[in-house]
């Protein structure tokens, strides 16, 4: 019968069929990590050769993906997965600070995280493009996710005085282009700064957006209308 092979069922070694299915996925992820987002790249590995690199046959591989192209998504996901589990929670325990501290601590952990293997950054800004449609149309919907989360903390600085209300999904849009780019080239050694520099600079940009030429924070509106009138 055409279609996948059927999973094995029942407990081995101690182990539930589910959690030997999970054991297999991470090494199959674990192995496309270092040949995906090394050498010798996405295009340029079989099936075979993932196998091999993790400990698995190719049979082992069907049962769990159909393509090599699944593998890459789910990598991609993952990765990205990573870096947004690091943003949210230096945003929880950065919630009670003042806007600028919120926004260096969630980029510091966000920058930290992705830049920490090169593996992600390629996987994430490199072997994505132009594999097919499908994976540009999952690359477009986590960077709009992306948007969504600085929309969302836009709209809630705002609400409370800390940043200019508008519609901030363009400026969010081209922001999230300024970051991958900006950490890609820093990654492949074409930004001569520290991660540090290059965080305070993204930061920078941000508050920018967030708090333009002429606008003040609410509890510093009266003096700086004062200072304006004075001029």
């Known amino acids: 019968m055409a279609g996948r092979l059927k999973t094995p069922t029942g407990r081995y070694g101690g182990r539930s069929a589910e959690e030997r299915q999970a054991e297999r996925r991470r090494r199959f992820l674990d192995a496309a990590l270092q040949l995906f987002g090394d050498s010798p790249g996405y295009r340029s590995t079989t099936v075979a050769a993932l196998s091999e690199a ?72 490199v072997e ?34 800390e940043a200019a209300p508008r519609d901030y999904r363009i400026a969010a849009t081209a922001f999230i282009g300024s970051v991958n780019g900006l950490l890609h080239d820093w990654r492949a050694g074409w930004v001569a700064a520290t991660l540090d520099e290059v965080v305070d600079e993204l930061v920078r940009q941000l508050l920018g957006i967030l708090r333009p030429a002429g606008w003040c924070p609410l509890p510093a509106r009266t003096a700086c209308e004062d200072e304006r009138e004075a001029r």
């Open 128 to 161: 994505i493009i132009g594999v097919s449609p499908r994976l540009e149309e999952q690359r477009l919907a986590r960077r709009a996710r992306w948007v969504d989360f600085i929309c969302a903390e836009a709209a809630a600085a705002a609400a409370h005085g």
């Open 54 to 125: 993790a400990g698995l046959s190719t049979r082992q591989f069907y049962e769990e993906f159909r393509t090599l192209e699944d593998v890459l998504a789910a990598l991609h996901l993952q990765v990205n997965d990573w870096a947004e589990e690091a943003a949210l929670a230096a945003l929880v325990d950065a919630r009670d600070l003042p806007l600028a501290e919120r926004v260096t601590a969630v980029f510091r952990a966000y920058a930290a995280n992705v830049t920490s293997d090169p593996r992600r950054i390629r996987i994430t800004f």
